[in-house]
């Protein structure tokens, strides 16, 4: 696949402390034609390193031929060849969907495939958030597929210590990483090398707490797993964004106003994420990092209105009415600083009647 141009906008959605999901949309040029591709930026402090479990057939396969159908897509055959999960049929008859996005296909190319079955429903291999990848580049993952089976019904758990959970430049090294089982408290312990990896000896079944020891300033926050028998989890540990941003929107006589949305705008990169107040008329933004926000609402309410949450150049921002402490415009409003682990909620609205 020839890529000339391209386009991405990452839209993303903060869903908890450690993890985040996201959508990446790319316009490219392929063989002259222009091609949109979309794909799920799922990120998170904790993947599955083994056969996931909403896949029901994992394998390596040669596929034997390609044939052209509807829409550009194509009809794969394949030939299972090393089975680590489910029963493959032989051969297997392979739909594709945003094909044009996928790495180039070839007659003969062996590849590692993750795919759904469902009853009544053809087999399809799609690059929107498929785990397939030409095996050449999926030897690790082969290595982890091909020891699971020969563990006896333990467990793999290993990972890495950071103090970026997104980003691998902040790799802690040496750092003492605790598995407490829950159940029998047995305790296993293992240390990360220089890349800020680390493995525990294979894990009997069960719910795990994990924990790092403090290294000078830096205080990993604390993870919990449930393994199961021939699984395999990796788990970042990071220190993930605690503060904290919120307020009340309050009618002059102090009477709430709920369900108002509320927008939070990031005036360091261009980012949103939207929210509603409840009944008390509180609203509340958690997990941020340090950096400058401004707050709007959507008071007179807008039909243009809009929630969710997106970053990237190319971000339309959801259309406040008003912004803190009473502007019209963004350009108006007070930026609000916030510090590392700080919790602000006195960002306070007063509207009339």
């Not at 019904?153 to 980003?167: Q, Y």
């Not at 990360?192 to 790092?212: C, D, M, W």
């Not at 369900?259 to 107040?277: C, E, F, H, R, W």
Request: proline share 6%; with cysteine.
């Amino acid at each position: 696949m020839k890529l000339r141009r391209a386009l991405a906008l990452l839209v993303v959605i903060l869903s908890s402390a450690v993890s985040a999901t996201a959508q990446i949309i790319s316009v490219t040029t392929v063989d002259g034609k222009q091609v949109t591709c979309m794909h799920s930026g799922l990120m998170s402090g904790l993947a599955n390193c083994g056969v996931p479990p909403w896949y029901q057939l994992a394998f390596i396969g040669t596929i034997s031929s390609i044939s052209p159908i509807q829409n550009d897509e194509k009809q794969l055959t394949v030939i299972p060849e090393e089975i680590f999960h489910g029963s493959p049929a032989s051969p297997l008859i392979v739909l594709t969907s945003q094909a044009a996005c996928l790495p180039k296909l070839a007659v003969g190319d062996r590849w590692l495939f993750f795919l759904r079955e469902v009853k009544d429903k053809p087999i399809v291999l799609d690059f929107y958030g498929n785990a397939s990848r030409p095996a050449a580049d999926a030897q690790e993952q082969i290595r982890t597929l091909r020891r699971l089976k020969d563990t006896g019904g333990l467990s793999i758990l290993r990972g890495r210590v950071t103090k970026n959970a997104f980003f691998d430049d902040n790799a802690v090294a040496g750092a003492h990483v605790v598995a407490l089982h829950v159940t029998d408290k047995l305790k296993f312990e293992a240390t990360t090398a220089a890349n800020g990896r680390y493995e525990f000896q294979l894990l009997s079944p069960g719910n795990y707490k994990i924990s790092v020891d403090p290294i000078g300033s830096f205080r990993a926050d604390d993870s919990q797993v449930d393994l199961q028998p021939n699984a395999c989890w990796d788990l970042t540990l990071s220190r993930s964004p605690h503060a904290m941003l919120g307020g009340h929107i309050r009618h002059l006589d102090g009477s709430p106003v709920p369900k108002v949305g509320v927008v939070l705008i990031n005036a360091d990169s261009p980012g949103y994420i939207t929210t509603q107040t409840d009944a008390k008329g509180h609203f509340q933004f958690g997990s941020l990092g340090q950096g400058k926000y401004v707050v709007g609402i959507n008071y007179p309410a807008r039909d243009d209105w809009f929630n969710g949450a997106g970053s990237g150049p190319a971000v339309k921002f959801p259309p406040a009415s008003t912004f803190y402490s009473g502007a019209s415009e963004r350009s108006a409003a007070i930026v609000i600083g916030l510090s590392t682990d700080e919790t602000l909620d006195n960002v306070d609205f007063h509207l009339p009647q």
